[in-house]
């Protein structure tokens, strides 16, 4: 298994740009897909990006396309999240996921059996 500790989260002014990561532990990072999800207050969690195993291959949500970023650097157990153009309704806790899968990505939250604790990022117009 796997453990997944978020930081970097808080408060920008839309338009700005916000870089948070995730940091694991446990099993060999490099054995997992990781994602980047969110839920804002009263919505469901939503899928943000996801990265393969190796960092060759990524995914987006037709929201975050053009302006996030998601990239992992194996041999420091991290995936980041760098967000630009940020938007108030980018506002959310902000959730990494683990998903022990070397083919696909997955964009559903059932698809991902490991989650860090969230960090919150408040965008404001």
């Known amino acids: 298994q796997v453990q997944l500790v978020e930081s970097g989260g808080g408060l920008v002014q839309a338009g700005a740009s916000l870089s948070i990561s995730c940091a694991a532990s446990?099993?060999?990072?490099?054995?997992?897909?990781m994602g980047w999800f969110r839920q804002a207050p009263g919505k469901e969690r939503e899928f943000v990006a996801a990265?393969?195993?190796?960092?060759?291959?990524?995914y987006y949500s037709d929201s975050v396309k053009g302006r996030f970023t998601i990239s992992r650097d194996n041999a420091k157990n991290t995936v980041y999240l760098q967000m630009n153009s940020l938007k108030p309704e980018d506002t959310a806790v902000y959730y990494c996921?683990?998903?022990?899968?070397?083919?696909?990505?997955?964009?559903?939250?059932?698809?991902?059996?490991?989650w860090g604790q969230g960090t919150q990022v408040t965008v404001s117009s």
């Open positions: 990265i393969n195993w190796r960092g060759t291959s990524t």
């Open positions: 996921a683990a998903d022990r899968r070397l083919v696909g990505l997955g964009t559903t939250p059932g698809a991902y059996k490991y």
């Open positions: 446990g099993d060999p990072f490099s054995n997992y897909a």
